[in-house]
């Protein structure tokens, strides 16, 4: 069972964090025993799989992951918490927001899913509004166009990685296609792509979500990294299908194209993300 989702995350600089986290994160960057990047996302689906699985389910862990995603820069450390008991919530709550009763007792037994919301309550009144913000956000199936706002075609990143003879590809170890930024980068290209937005499509700008991402990554510090993953998504593309994919190139020539008056270029360009990411979504009720 593989995680078909793709992940957009912040890294901070480690001086962003509070100086008793510093030291924390800077002494888990030394040890030898926490993830490396390679198992990072299977480590975290095994987590979520097992608690899932217990009896009864376990929507939420107990306690808060210690575990972050890392980078460096030159001697520079960049940090991005995993939060996977902060992200845990905010998903059980939007999912018990939006489904059904009925369907919802057949996945997590009423006394825990009560018991799971209690908790949110208490930790969001302890701990204040500023407390949820996340450094991932998590999407399945698809990659929203607005998540490839902040970055340039130039910043993109693919390893088709290695297969041996008769082995389907796209179960080939190594696959993956990231685009990393800066987050002074990010915060130009989504301010310039909603001034696009606004100027010549109104409100019609909200549907495509770009103002979210922007709100987003101003509540990061301004020396932060960006990063798009694609995750598990590498699974259902062949080799062709990611190196044709240049869905963050194609989404900036249609705000290009759109602000010099270059219609029919823009238009296609968009839909050609659109179209890409409408088939990729259609394989979740594939049989």
């Known amino acids: 069972m593989l995680p078909y989702a793709a992940y957009l995350r912040v890294y901070e600089p480690l001086t962003a964090f509070a100086e008793s986290e510093r030291k924390v994160w800077a002494d888990y960057a030394d040890s030898r025993d926490r993830p490396r990047r390679a198992n990072a996302l299977n480590a975290e689906h095994g987590e979520s799989v097992m608690r899932l699985l217990g009896m009864p389910p376990q929507p939420v862990p107990a306690q808060e992951s210690p575990n972050a995603y890392l980078r460096r820069v030159e001697d520079r450390l960049y940090v991005c918490p995993w939060q996977t008991r902060l992200r845990s919530w905010l998903a059980f709550s939007r999912l018990r927001g939006t489904t059904p009763v009925k369907v919802m007792d057949h996945l997590v037994p009423k006394a825990v899913a009560e018991q799971t919301a209690d908790d ?73 792509a909603l001034n696009v937005l606004r100027r010549h499509l109104g409100d019609v700008s909200s549907n495509f979500d770009v103002e979210d991402v922007a709100r987003w990554l101003e509540e990061f510090h301004p020396h932060s990294l960006v990063e798009l993953d694609y995750g598990g998504l590498v699974h259902l593309m062949n080799d062709d299908a990611l190196q044709a994919d240049q869905s963050v190139a194609e989404l900036a020539a249609a705000l290009t194209g759109l602000d010099t008056g270059q219609e029919e270029l823009a238009y296609a360009m968009y839909q050609r993300v659109i179209l890409r990411w409408k088939s990729m979504q259609q394989l979740e009720s594939a049989n």
Do not use: C
């Not at 929203?144 to 170890?173: C, H, I, K, M, Y």
């Open 120 to 192: 949110f309550d208490k930790f969001k009144r302890k701990a204040g509004s500023s407390a949820l913000r996340t450094h991932i956000r998590t999407t399945a199936w698809h990659v929203p166009p607005s998540w490839f706002v902040p970055f340039d075609g130039n910043e993109r990143w693919l390893v088709l990685g290695s297969s041996t003879p008769g082995q389907d590809v796209t179960t080939a170890t190594g696959r993956n296609l990231i685009y990393v930024t800066s987050m002074a980068q990010a915060r130009r290209r989504a301010a310039r």
